[in-house]
Nanobody
């Protein structure tokens, strides 16, 4: 099985930055697209960013374009989400995800079949 461990959340002021990490392990982790989703209280899970196996293809949700950057380090089987210019509306639980059945990046939640436990990001105004 694949295991994902995400971390790096915290409390920051508006305009600040955070860097999230997600370490993947397991036989299906190599060569798989990965991404980040977030869920605010009482809301549906929202797509944030995704990256393919070699880091050459990325997708971003409209609300984070120009502010967030997704990268990966395959030597460590780890992806990162650099979040800059944070806004209060970015407050949510952020979860990393991996797809073992697709090879292209996707914004669809149902294309991912492994999930991290989630890390809380809170942005104060």
């Amino acid at each position: 099985q694949v295991q994902l461990v995400d971390s790096g959340g915290g409390l920051v002021q508006a305009g600040g930055s955070l860097r999230l990490s997600c370490a993947a392990s397991g036989r299906a982790a190599s060569g798989s697209p990965m991404g980040w989703f977030r869920r605010a209280p009482g809301k549906e899970r929202e797509f944030v960013a995704a990256i393919n196996y070699n880091g050459l293809s990325t997708l971003y949700g409209d609300s984070v374009k120009g502010r967030f950057t997704i990268t990966r380090d395959n030597a460590k089987n780890t992806i990162y989400l650099q979040m800059n210019s944070l806004k209060p509306e970015d407050t949510a639980v952020y979860s990393c995800a991996l797809s073992s059945v697709y090879r292209s990046v996707s914004a669809r939640r149902d294309t991912y079949n492994y999930w991290g436990q989630g890390t809380q990001v809170t942005v104060s105004s």
